[in-house]
T-cell receptor, first 117, second 112 residues
């Protein structure tokens, strides 16, 4: 089945620095990927939709200049948290759509635990 | 805005019993629903899905029921096992945007 690889799984960074998270579709091409953020004991909140070759679409309240998304190829989307602050500490999860599986093709990465100190 | 919500934040069941996890949705235009299981520190895992033209769908030990009249979705797990302990989310696909929107989540605790 479809596999999405997310890297790194855990990262600790200092306040003010930037962190890049990668999301790769390993055995399918994904023109669309989604980025979610999840705080402890809460649901997944959609941050943005990443479209290959075009600008990402951000959900209301998500700062596009803080959460930079690049989807330069059909198998890779990156999320960069710029000038990170402790309140950005969260679990970030990506999802890629495998059109070959129809509506079932929302495959998730294993998530990235970001801790900003 | 539109959202998918869950009734119970935590459900505790005895091993071997059946579990029922409920979900309410508000977008009447949604035509496709998915249940996911999320274990600690991992991404969501597909369990079962259902389209709006169906009332019931069965998988292995799991059944999803859809009541469009009251916009209610449920996940039934038969003979619950310790490995079923996780957080369960219902989600809907916005037919206009293709976005997958998650509900609140229910933590299922299975007691041995």
């Amino acid at each position: 089945g479809a596999v999405v690889s997310q890297h790194p799984s855990r990262v600790i960074c200092k306040s003010g620095t930037s962190v890049k998270i990668e999301c790769r579709s390993l055995d399918f091409q994904a023109t669309t990927m989604f980025w979610y953020r999840q705080f402890p004991k809460q649901s997944l909140m959609l941050m943005a939709t990443s479209n290959e070759g075009s600008k990402a679409t951000y959900e209301q309240g998500v700062e596009k200049d803080k959460f930079l998304i690049n989807h330069a190829s059909l198998t890779l989307s990156t999320l960069t948290v710029t000038s990170a602050h402790p309140e950005d500490s969260s679990f970030y999860i990506c999802s890629a759509i495998d059109l070959g599986q129809g509506d079932r093709g929302y495959t998730f990465g294993s998530g990235t635990r970001l801790t900003v100190v | 805005g539109e959202s998918v919500g869950l009734h119970l934040p935590t459900l505790s069941v005895q091993e071997g019993d059946n579990s029922i996890i409920n979900c309410a949705y508000s977008n009447s235009a949604s035509d496709y629903f998915i249940w996911y299981k999320q274990e600690s520190g991992k991404g969501p895992q597909f369990i079962i899905d259902i389209r709006s033209n169906m009332d019931k769908r069965q998988g292995q030990r799991v059944t999803v029921l859809l009541n469009k009249t009251v916009k209610h979705l449920s996940l039934q797990i038969a003979a619950t096992q310790p490995g079923d302990s996780a957080v369960y989310f219902c989600a809907e696909i916005d037919s206009n945007t293709g976005k997958l929107i998650f509900g609140q989540g229910t933590t299922l605790q299975v007691k041995p």
